[in-house]
């Protein structure tokens, strides 16, 4: 046990003796509908029919598309994943029946044994399936068992993961010989199992699992020499334990080991103040030293900060997942400053859909601020310069994969805050779903969110299905169906359900 580890938990002993008050709850008091959520909530629910009704007809039962696979590809690609990253969804739409027949096929895949040539992700596989199956047990009433065997099947074989005395695994697992790739991590693959994972043991009475992934957690949260106070680099090697790099970010690679340090106190109350103190402590470094407001717009942006100690004017669809995960945390933790700042950077984040021509938002963009434009890339050119004197952003990669993130910030900001503009936000998204993404099937990403006649990417990630209609549609839904007071959504939108909050979490951030 590390001296910093030592010091919170003797804190936490002592501040347990204050008396405890029932936190005030995250979603705001007699949140209600307006008449029209309904239509926009059949609308999604129309949206994610088409979608799996194609997914059915062209993916199920072709040998070709491995539909029991667990590779990182074939979870992109959908197919055999969407089974499994579907399953929540269905049951929260209800679709009981489409529901038992996910079950029922999954309790004929025989994951003991390897269903791939191909390595397996440790991250993926944990957050589309492990998550799916308990998410989907617990939602279900704890009816299907089959679920937790499912998943302690695939885990058994993750847990080769950890190798010797590694606290860090390793990223890609051999399901035939269980020989992990030797390879560096980052901290995102590392650092996103603790709620799949506990639940796991939970459910299985094996407590080797929630161990293996606290393991990894709290050593990643322990690294001295951070380039930002509890912000460590994005690379990591297992093999080592050291961080290669400098590069400092909200986005992939990184971005949900810092969601999980929040939502894993959440999920289990744990009065071990590590978790919750370390995501403060990235929270108020990332207030001192990333964030910018745009010299267009006053928009608000969480940059990166590069191995060379520069400030790169970026952002992208993946770290937009970070106002959410603020305001969320800034309501556990009590902090409004925290829960405003998680406000404007989804507006911000909800600005990048609504300048383009088909209003939806880029993988990735790029703005200026006071102190400068550098990105890290090459300069603007005139084009861009263009766009962002009428936007005050200005699109770098211009592709659109179905990814969820705006909509998930949106989504917590409406049952948060209660404005209307959020609802309005939604539906103008469906709108461009419905015009914009169609193919003959179903729905496809877009080369280019800028071109209202793009050209369109032949794939339908799974995360359509687990996250972005889901977020869609709960946004529209009664807000106390899957409230954020009763559940915690894992970062594939599975809902796990969450005892009564504490009345705080955490005891700040590390001076
Ligand atoms: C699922 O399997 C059970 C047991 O075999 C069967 O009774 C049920 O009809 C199946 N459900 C669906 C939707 O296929
Ligand atoms: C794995 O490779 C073997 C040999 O090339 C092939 O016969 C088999 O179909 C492949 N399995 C899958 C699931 O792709
Ligand atoms: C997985 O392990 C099996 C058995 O050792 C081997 O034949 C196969 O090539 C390995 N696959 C990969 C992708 O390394
Ligand atoms: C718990 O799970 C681990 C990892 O699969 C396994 O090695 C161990 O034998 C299991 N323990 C029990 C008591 O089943
Ligand atoms: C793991 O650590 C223990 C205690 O430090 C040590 O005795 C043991 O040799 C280590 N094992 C390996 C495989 O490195
Ligand atoms: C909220 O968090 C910010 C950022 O760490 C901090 O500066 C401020 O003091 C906190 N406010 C309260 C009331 O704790
Ligand atoms: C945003 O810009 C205004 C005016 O340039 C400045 O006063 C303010 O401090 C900025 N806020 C942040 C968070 O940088
Ligand atoms: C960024 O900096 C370059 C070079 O200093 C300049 O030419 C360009 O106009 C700047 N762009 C913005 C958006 O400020
Ligand atoms: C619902 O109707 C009101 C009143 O006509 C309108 O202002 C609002 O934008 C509508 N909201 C949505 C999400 O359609
Ligand atoms: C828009 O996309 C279409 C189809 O790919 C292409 O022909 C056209 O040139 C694009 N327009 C612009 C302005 O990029």
């Known amino acids: 046990m590390s001296f910093r580890r030592w010091f919170l938990t003797a804190l936490a002993v002592s501040s347990s003796t204050l008396p405890a008050a029932r936190g005030e709850p995250v979603q705001k008091a007699g949140l209600q509908l307006p008449a029209n959520a309904s239509i926009h909530r059949d609308a999604v629910q129309q949206l994610f029919v088409t979608s799996y009704e194609a997914y059915q007809k062209y993916a199920w039962g072709h040998d070709d598309l491995m539909p029991e696979s667990l590779s990182y590809v074939d979870a992109r690609n959908g197919w055999g994943a969407s089974i499994a990253d579907a399953m929540s969804t269905l049951w929260i739409m209800g679709f009981t029946d489409w529901f038992e027949q996910a079950v029922n ?20 596989t944990t957050i589309r399936y492990v998550a799916g199956f308990i998410s989907s047990y617990e939602l279900s009433g704890e009816k299907y068992p089959i679920l937790v065997q499912k998943a302690q099947e695939i885990a058994d074989h993750m847990v080769y993961s950890w190798v010797g005395n590694n ?26 199992l603790t709620l799949e994972w506990n639940l796991l043991s939970k459910y299985t009475g094996n407590d080797t699992y929630r161990q293996l992934a606290e393991k990894s957690v709290l050593y990643m949260a322990n690294m001295p020499g951070d380039p930002l106070p509890g912000m460590p680099a994005q690379t990591i090697d297992p093999t080592t334990g050291l961080t290669e790099g400098g590069y400092v970010t909200w ?7 810092f969601e999980y340090l929040i939502k894993y106190p959440r999920l289990t109350n744990t009065d071990d103040n590590i978790y919750a103190d370390t995501w403060l402590t990235a929270v108020d470094s990332s207030i001192r030293t990333l964030l910018r407001n ?52 989804t507006d911000a984040c909800w600005n ?10 880029p993988e990735t963009f790029a703005y200026a601020s006071s102190d400068g434009n550098y990105t890290g890339g090459g300069a603007p050119t005139a084009a861009q310069l263009q766009f962002y004197d009428e936007h005050g952003y200005y699109i ?53 969110v800028n071109n209202v006649t793009s050209s369109k990417i032949d794939d339908m990630e799974s995360f359509w299905f687990a996250e972005v209609l889901k977020y869609l549609y709960l946004t529209f839904d009664d807000p106390t169906h899957i409230s954020l007071d009763d559940y915690v959504f894992n970062t594939e939108c599975h809902p796990f359900k969450a005892p009564a909050a504490k009345s705080t979490y955490g005891s700040g951030p590390a001076s």
Not at 352 to 361: D, E, K, L, P, S
Request: hydrophobic share 30%; aromatic share 12%.
């Open 167 to 192: 606290s860090v695994p390793y990223g890609y697992i051999n399901f035939t010989d269980n020989a992990p790739t030797v390879t560096t991590s980052n901290i995102a693959e590392a650092g996103t």
């Open 396 to 448: 770098t990669t211009s592709d659109y994969i179905l990814r969820p993130e705006v909509l998930e910030s949106n989504f917590y900001a409406w049952r948060v805050s209660g404005d209307t503009k959020y609802l309005d936000n939604a539906a103008s998204a469906i709108k461009s779903f419905q015009d914009y993404l169609p193919t003959t099937v179903a729905y496809t990403g877009i080369n280019d």
């Open 352 to 361: 990048t859909y609504a300048g383009t021509a088909t209003g939806i938002g």
């Open 251 to 257: 986005s992939g690679g990184s971005d949900s080991y």
């Open 294 to 345: 745009s010299t267009v717009g006053d928009h608000l942006y969480l940059a990166d900060y590069d191995g060379d100690e520069m400030i790169r004017h970026v952002g992208s669809h993946l770290a937009c997942f970070y106002g959410g995960n603020w305001i969320l945390g800034g309501k556990m933790t009590n902090n409004d400053t925290i829960v405003n700042y998680g406000l404007q950077l």
């Open 105 to 124: 096929h999954t309790a004929t895949v025989d994951f003991s044994r390897s269903q791939t040539n191909d390595t397996v992700s440790l991250f993926e």
